[in-house]
């Protein structure tokens, strides 16, 4: 199984323990090949910063299901993290959520010569990421981003001290 079917696996196994304590997943990613890493990327649902009680909380309740569920036949270490500011945008909901932010972008293949993209986010309609560079304004298949993240500017992070005094 490649690495991507064993992040949906293991997507699949521990979202509903995730959601129960109060939090969203936002990404599940498997990297390295000798030292492996199982990265558990999630946020409160209540917006409220993360903290290290939470990623503690978190990888107590997902370490249980992972040892009976055994995802992961090598050994690995777990990391449970907060997306931080320039996080990763994966769920339509982010692209929503932050909506007018800078963002860079890669296409999983070329559109128009290119697979990179970076400009203002402008928002997402009928599964089409917008997105405005300078006079370039591209529409992209959400389905087809391979990655994209938030750039932190100071647009960005205005907002996140706003949102934390809130």
């Known amino acids: ?33 000798k030292d492996v890493t199982l990265q558990i990327m999630a946020e409160r649902k209540d917006q409220a910063n ?34 931080g500011l320039d996080r990763p945008l994966v769920r339509q909901h ?30 997402i309609k009928n599964d089409l990421v917008e997105l405005t560079s300078g006079a370039d304004h591209v529409m992209l298949p959400f389905d087809g981003i391979r990655q994209a993240k938030l750039i932190l500017t100071d647009q960005l992070i205005a907002a996140e001290t706003q949102a934390t005094k809130e």
């Open 1 to 33: 199984m490649t690495n991507l079917g064993r992040e949906h696996k293991i997507e699949s196994l521990i979202t509903p323990a995730i959601e129960g304590l109060g939090y969203d997943l936002v990404r599940v990613l498997i990297t390295g090949t």
């Open 50 to 83: 993360m903290n290290v009680e939470d990623c503690t909380a978190i990888s107590r309740e997902i370490s249980t299901i992972l040892d009976v569920e055994d995802p992961i036949q090598e050994a690995y270490s777990l990391e449970v993290s907060s997306p």
């Open 94 to 123: 982010d692209f929503e959520r932050y909506t007018g932010f800078d963002i860079k972008l890669e296409m999983e293949h070329s559109i128009d010569g290119r697979k990179k993209f970076k400009g203002q986010l402008l928002g």
